[in-house]
């Protein structure tokens, strides 16, 4: 008998982009379920930047999200 995990059967995180509401829309969602709660911070700014790209937004070979430190 496979024993099956709970935690792993609901998403841990959701990032949804649902259809933008205008006739010239295309009728599409979509959506990003994050199984892994242990995700590393760059691991999480990856799935974010994966996301964006999903919904259209592009990024150059030299561009890319991250993490900035400041002086502040």
């Known amino acids: 008998m496979v024993e099956t995990n709970p935690a792993l059967e609901k998403p841990y995180l959701k990032l949804v982009c649902n259809p933008y509401e205008h006739h010239t ?30 919904i259209g937004y592009t990024f150059t070979s030299k561009e890319c999200l991250d993490i900035m430190v400041t002086d502040t």
């Open 25 to 54: 829309s295309v009728n599409t969602r979509v959506t990003f379920e994050v199984m892994q709660k242990d995700l590393t911070r760059d691991e999480m700014v990856q799935v974010c930047e994966d996301f964006m790209k999903a």
